[in-house]
C-alpha cells in the first residue's frame, strides 16, 4: 500500500518562503504523476499543480505560476512544493497525491493515494 506523508508546513509570515516535501513509501511514486492541492479554511479542495513522473512537465494554476514551483527526486521518492513571496491567502491545508497517470493531472479523480496534508498558515 503506497503511503504519502508531507510536511514542511507551519506558520509563517507574510513574504517568507517555503519547501513542502512529500514522501511516499509503500511503493514509492513508480512512474506516476504528483500532484499537489490545497484546502484552504471553509473551501473546497484545489488544484495547485502537478509533475510528471520524469519530472519534465510541470503544470501550475494560474493563481500558482508566478510564486509556486513543483519538482520531484525519483531516487528518493520525494516531491517537493516551493512558494515564495507567501501571503495570507495561502493560507490552507496542502495536500500531495499520486496520480494514475504518468502526466500531470488537474482532475482529482485521477488520483489514488493522498497525504493527510500539511497545514500553512501565514500571517500579514
Known amino acids: 500500500q503506497v503511503h504519502l506523508e508531507e510536511s514542511g508546513g507551519g506558520l509563517f509570515q507574510a513574504g517568507d518562503s517555503l519547501k513542502l516535501s512529500c514522501v511516499a513509501s509503500?511503493?514509492?511514486?513508480?512512474?506516476?504523476?504528483v500532484g499537489w492541492f490545497r484546502q484552504a479554511p471553509g473551501k473546497g479542495r484545489e488544484f495547485v499543480g502537478s509533475?510528471?513522473?520524469?519530472?519534465?512537465?510541470?503544470d501550475l494554476q494560474d493563481f500558482a505560476k508566478r510564486r509556486f514551483a513543483i519538482e520531484r527526486d525519483n531516487a528518493k521518492n520525494t516531491a517537493y512544493l516551493q512558494i515564495v513571496d507567501l501571503e495570507p491567502e495561502d493560507t490552507a491545508v496542502y495536500y500531495c497525491?499520486?496520480?494514475?497517470?504518468?502526466?500531470?493531472?488537474?482532475?482529482?479523480?485521477?488520483?489514488?493515494?493522498w497525504g493527510q496534508g500539511t497545514e500553512v498558515t501565514v500571517s500579514s
Open positions: 509503500g511503493g514509492g511514486f513508480g512512474i506516476k504523476g
Open positions: 497525491a499520486r496520480s494514475i497517470r504518468t502526466l500531470p493531472s488537474r482532475t482529482t479523480e485521477e488520483y489514488e493515494y
Open positions: 509533475i510528471s513522473w520524469t519530472g519534465n512537465s510541470v
